[in-house]
């Protein structure tokens, strides 16, 4: 099995069930990977996705049109929207 352990500087611990371990030592040995190698790839496959999906979306053209509506649409006048925007940010000083 290859095994890339150059630059590695963290360790992470984890404790799982035997089948869940017996699962991922199949996969990994089918992979030709070592099972640290295959479990990091995998973490780090789905951190990847889950933070894509909270950053990145996609629209159809009509769904665009829709969206560029929206955005481009004024904003009602508001009182709780005047008021969010005339506090002051908690990373603001006081004194402003």
Known sequence: ?????????????????????????????????SRTDFMLEAA??????????RTVFALDAAGFQRFTELLDAPLDERAALTRLLSRRAAWEPADK
Request: overall charge positive; proline content about 2%; some cysteine.
């Open 1 to 33: 099995m290859a095994s890339t352990t150059a630059n590695r500087e963290t360790t992470i611990n984890l404790r799982a069930p035997g089948a869940q371990r017996a699962l991922i030592d199949q996969a990994a040995h089918l992979a030709g990977k």
């Open 44 to 53: 780090c496959e789905k951190a990847q996705r889950l933070l894509l999906d």
